[in-house]
């Protein structure tokens, strides 16, 4: 694996920085003679794209991806597929607090002191505009696991979660903010406004779950499904949280209570019928076939108006006030990413089981 690839069967590696002229994804390993076209790839572009709301960065990119390589007459070929996605909306000259001081909780400074040069024109190889290429690669990856279905949504902003009474699967693509949930989506609304208002920012909790997984997809030590999908999700910018079904909830459980009991299939399969899913659908690294059910806690944006201490080149106090297109909340436009980076999760493992277990 080099330094900027991921997976094992299906692999992928991204390319490009936010103001450079364009950045995309490479994903190898993609069986051949799938159906493929950019029809199939641009509505998760669409979903994750800058600029709809209010309460994503203003930055307004068109995100329109083209295949250079890797298709033929709409076919994957089995060699690999090249993506790339143009920056259109660069406008370095919103970021000239950044090139001399380094914003407290985005990458800057660990940046300088790894590489010791930094395209500050924006965050960069750091900033999640590289995340446009995973949600390309994504797509792709859905084309391997078509008996999978996947949906993100937000499940908390800034500490406030949703009602399960209320959750309603449809109602994510009717609201800003990848809602299930039509009155949590109502009182973010005024949530978001008032910490933009007060140049603040926000953090939420991306809930993602994917069905029609079958029994078998991972492994007990190292290729285990559960521990792939967690450093994909951590890969993700302003991620510090993963948890795998119950999650942390499980270390405050009893053993009888977080157990998953099982009952012969009510449909007459030799697969159980599990009472829950504390497990999130994997259990020793392998999925079980019940729903992959996973958390993922983003950060509030450190990209703000309030101004916060920190240093700049030459070492000197100063505080950093951040202007430029910034998300509010950036776990809104994260529901998009966390399905794409469990897709090529899925995908990989589909793969690597057929090549063991046929
Ligand atoms: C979809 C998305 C959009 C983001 N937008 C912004 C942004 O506008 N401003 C910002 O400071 N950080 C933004 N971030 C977070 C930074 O990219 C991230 O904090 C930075 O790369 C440092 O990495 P770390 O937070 O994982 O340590 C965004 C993250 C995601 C997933
Ligand atoms: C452009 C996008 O989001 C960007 C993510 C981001 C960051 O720091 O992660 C910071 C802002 O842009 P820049 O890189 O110019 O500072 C956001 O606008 C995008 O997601 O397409």
């Known amino acids: 694996m080099s330094f900027n690839s991921f997976g094992r069967v299906f692999r992928f590696a991204t390319w490009g920085e936010s103001h450079g002229p364009a950045l995309g994804a490479v994903v190898d390993g993609c069986p051949p003679r799938l159906s493929l076209s950019e029809a199939d790839i641009q509505p998760f572009l669409d979903k994750r794209r800058p600029g709809q709301s209010r309460h994503t960065t203003q930055r307004q990119e068109p995100d329109q991806v083209r295949i250079l390589s890797g298709v033929f007459e709409g076919k994957?070929?089995?060699?690999?597929?090249?993506?790339?996605?143009?920056?259109?909306?660069?406008?370095?000259?919103?970021?000239?607090?950044?090139?001399?001081?380094?914003?407290?909780?985005?990458?800057?400074?660990?940046?300088?002191?790894?590489?010791?040069?930094?395209?500050?024109?924006?965050?960069?190889?750091?900033?999640?505009?590289?995340?446009?290429?995973?949600?390309?690669?994504?797509?792709?990856?859905?084309?391997?696991?078509?008996?999978?279905?996947?949906?993100?949504?937000?499940?908390?902003?800034?500490?406030?979660?949703?009602?399960?009474?209320?959750?309603d699967l449809e109602e994510i693509d009717r609201n800003p903010f990848f809602c299930p949930d039509p009155a949590a989506a109502q009182r973010w609304e005024a949530m978001m406004d008032a910490a933009r208002k007060a140049g603040s920012s926000l953090g939420a909790v991306i809930e993602c779950a994917a069905s029609g997984v079958p029994a078998g997809w991972g492994a007990p030590v190292y290729a285990k499904l559960d521990a792939d999908l967690a450093a994909a999700m951590m890969g993700i910018n302003a991620v510090k949280g993963v948890e795998i079904g119950a999650g942390f909830h499980a270390a405050r459980l009893r053993g009888e209570e977080n157990a998953d009991a099982m009952r012969p299939a009510t449909d007459g399969s030799n697969r159980p019928d599990f009472l829950s899913n504390n497990a999130g659908g994997i259990a020793g690294g392998i999925s079980t076939g019940q729903p992959v059910v996973v958390r993922v806690a983003f950060k509030p944006t450190s990209s703000i108006l309030t101004p916060v201490p920190t240093i700049n080149k030459a070492g000197e106090a100063t505080d950093i006030v951040t202007k430029g297109r910034h998300d509010p909340c950036v776990g809104i436009r994260g529901a998009p990413v966390v399905e794409a980076m469990m897709a090529l999760v899925l995908a990989d493992h589909k793969l690597l089981h057929r090549a063991q277990c046929g």
């Open 76 to 167: 994957t070929t089995g060699t690999p597929i090249s993506l790339m996605i143009e920056n259109v909306d660069q406008r370095s000259k919103d970021y000239g607090e950044i090139a001399q001081a380094y914003r407290p909780g985005h990458a800057d400074y660990a940046y300088d002191a790894k590489y010791g040069i930094r395209d500050y024109r924006g965050g960069g190889r750091s900033s999640a505009r590289e995340t446009a290429a995973r949600v390309a690669a994504g797509a792709v990856a859905r084309l391997v696991i078509p008996e999978v279905q996947i949906h993100a949504w937000v499940a908390e902003i800034g500490g406030d979660a949703i009602d399960p009474a209320n959750f």
